[in-house]
């Protein structure tokens, strides 16, 4: 039997069943669960370990990269200036960054760049993963090409573009940067262990991602001329990056975020606790309802299944059924967060052993299931 450190209620007993049993069987090296309940953590758990050979124990303030998950914590932002009155989703982006009308792109708006519809779900011009450390190039480019689809009628993955185009509408707004805002303005306030640019006295403590097995470039080679080839392979990734400082340190909203299941769920608690933390508010309730504005319904032009999107979250649908007042997010490995608003219910987990699939992973999923079932309890 697993180690497991922390503390869990009973009533969400099977949910850290289910976490030893994704150790027990080696689907996973290293990890941590967070259940957060009006906003206090009901459970937060954490075990195995930080590398594949079993070496140094994962230990309770252990952060690693959760990719995606990083997309949650840029939409709060907007939401956050939203709810202040100084961003309009049905704005133009150009509005706020008026480079941005180039190339026919002057009717695209802010919740296009949230619903995944604005047409950018990748670059035209070849870049590298060492270019995605250079805000200005990688803002520049979407800044001058053309959409690859009409903006507006259906979503297509934005994995790597969002983070920039929604980080620069921020930008403009605020003058600092979206990891900037981020820790001043949330992670701050909430004395929570996230960080969008990892400091480098923080090393020390990531586990780094254990990177997934992948196709070949000949595997791949018939997506090459697709919308999801352009976007998945355009730089091509290993998950590796991670590993190199240079990701670390800089800001990339869609993809870099570092944390744990406990300082993800903390900063979501105020999604599902309509908008209000432990005396903190960060949003008005009403601001919070802006997530569940539906942006898409379909199949995505990226992943090839059918999502519902709101904005910046994932709604409930047949593929992903988490009920109707419940948004989420997922991050490429297996990383996963949900807030259900009826219940004030957030569940996080964090990995750092990476499954290939984009899309779902029964390790997070058993965790939902039994958080769910422990939560009616």
């Not at 954490?46 to 303030?61: A, F, L, N, T």
């Not at 990531?206 to 990177?211: D, G, H, K, Y």
């Not at 400082?245 to 900063?267: C, D, F, K, M, Y």
């Not at 779902?360 to 939560?375: E, H, Y």
């Amino acid at each position: 039997m697993a180690e497991i450190s922390g503390v869990c209620e009973e009533r969400f007993a099977g949910v850290r069943d289910a976490f030893a049993t994704n150790l027990d069987s080696g689907l996973d090296v290293g990890a941590s669960v967070a259940v957060f309940v009006d906003g206090v953590a009901a459970v937060d758990i954490w075990g195995g370990h930080i590398d594949e050979d079993g070496s140094v124990p994962w230990q309770r303030d252990t952060i690693t990269n959760v990719w995606s998950i990083t997309k949650t914590m840029a939409a709060l932002c907007t939401l956050m200036l939203a709810d202040r009155g100084e961003l309009d989703f049905s704005a133009p982006v150009a509005r706020y960054w008026p480079e941005f009308a180039a190339a026919g792109k002057s009717a695209i708006e802010v919740r296009h760049l949230l619903g995944h519809t604005a047409g950018l779900s990748g670059w035209s011009e070849p870049i590298t993963s060492e270019d995605l450390s250079d805000w200005e190039k990688c803002t520049s480019l979407l800044a001058a090409q053309e959409p690859w689809w009409e903006p507006g009628t259906a979503s297509g993955y934005h994995a790597l573009t969002q983070g920039y185009l929604v980080g620069e509408v921020v930008r403009r707004i605020t003058g600092t940067t979206l990891g900037h805002f981020f820790s001043s303005e949330v992670t701050g306030p909430l004395g929570a262990d996230f960080h969008i640019g990892l400091p480098a006295e923080e090393d020390a403590r990531v586990a780094r991602v254990i990177p997934p097995d992948l196709p070949s470039l000949v595997d791949v080679a018939p997506l090459a001329d697709t919308i999801a080839g352009r976007t998945l392979l355009n730089p091509p990734m290993t998950g590796a990056e991670p590993w190199t400082e240079s990701w670390r340190r800089a800001e990339i909203p869609a993809a870099n975020g570092h944390g744990n299941a406990r300082s993800v769920a903390l900063v979501q608690s105020v999604v599902a606790c309509g908008g209000e933390l432990s005396g903190t508010r960060l949003l008005s309730p009403q601001g919070c309802e802006a997530i569940f504005e539906e942006q898409a319904n379909g199949i995505d032009l990226v992943l090839g299944a059918g999502f519902r999107l709101g904005t910046g979250y994932g709604l409930s649908s047949e593929l992903v059924p988490i009920g109707p007042h419940a948004c989420f997010w997922g991050g490429w490995g297996g990383s996963i967060v949900v807030n259900d608003l009826d219940a004030r219910l957030t569940v996080a987990y964090v990995m750092n052993r990476m499954a290939s699939s984009l899309l779902g992973d029964p390790r997070g999923a058993n965790i939902l299931f039994a958080a769910a079932v422990g939560a009616a309890a």
